[in-house]
């Protein structure tokens, strides 16, 4: 079971309370998780911002790469996605940016890459091809050949329902219909969960079911490493 945790960025200073109380709950209960990290906050971001990513990094979770901006580029006079409408040139320079600020500000790899929005098009793997570190690719929905080890989406199976609300009995009736798979990976955003303290109580819900199941909880690039 792979933990998607979606959109970490840098707010007023500070490392958002959604996020920590996820990574409190996730170390006291010795579970894996994969920080989604929106890679130009490492520009503006101060040096407490950077250790409490490092930190994570040093507990076993994996920090992965959520694109540059998270934006939406204004394209022929239309708003697209970072990776979905854009070219080529657009989308490797936004993908090595983030990866060389993580280097520089970090000291991290980033090995997986996870699109905003789980948005891409045809240049995307083209565009991961040119950066042999990233390993493995989270949901990718497109049908373009790529050399990354792609880690599926299941709809079905998800933390939210809707997306930011989590809800432990549909995840759970998902889990059900798909626990013979060999991997789920579920996606969540941890940022959401604070202002209705009842959404953290249901992710809570997920992770302890999930325990009591025996599940084995890992990360993207532990599980491509496991494969080869």
């Known amino acids: 079971m792979i933990l998607k945790l979606d959109d970490l960025w840098y707010e007023d200073g500070l490392v958002h309370p959604?996020?920590?109380q996820v990574f409190q709950f996730l170390k006291e209960e010795e579970v894996q998780g994969?920080?989604?990290?929106?890679?130009n906050s490492l520009e503006e971001g101060r040096d407490a911002y950077f250790q409490w990513i490092k930190d994570r990094k040093s507990e076993g979770h994996e920090v992965w790469h959520h694109g540059y901006c998270h934006c939406k580029p204004v394209v022929k006079e239309k708003a697209e996605?970072?990776?979905?409408g854009t070219d080529y040139t657009y989308q490797y320079e936004h993908l090595s940016r983030a990866s060389e600020l993580a280097k520089e500000k970090l000291g991290i790899t980033?090995?997986?890459f996870g699109a905003p929005y789980n948005s891409t098009?045809?240049?995307?793997?083209k565009a991961l091809d040119s950066l042999p570190e990233i390993k493995v690719w989270l949901y990718k929905e497109t049908t373009v050949p790529t050399s990354k080890q792609v880690l599926k989406r299941i709809p079905e199976v998800n933390i939210e329902y809707p997306v930011h609300v989590p809800d432990f009995l549909k995840f759970k009736e998902g889990y059900e219909k798909y626990?013979?798979?060999k991997l789920l990976v579920i996606q969540g955003h941890p940022r959401s969960w604070v202002?209705?303290?009842e959404r953290f109580e249901e992710f809570k819900r997920i992770v302890l079911f999930l325990k009591s199941e025996k599940v084995r909880f890992t990360t993207p690039y532990d599980y491509h490493m496991g494969m080869e």
Do not use: K, Q, Y
Request: glycine share 8%; aromatic share 8%; proline share 4%.
């Open 18 to 20: 959604g996020w920590v």
């Open 34 to 39: 994969t920080i989604g990290l929106v890679c």
């Open 81 to 84: 996605r970072e990776f979905r």
């Open 110 to 112: 980033l090995r997986t």
């Open 121 to 125: 098009n045809e240049h995307t793997a």
């Open 179 to 181: 626990r013979s798979e």
């Open 195 to 197: 202002e209705n303290p």
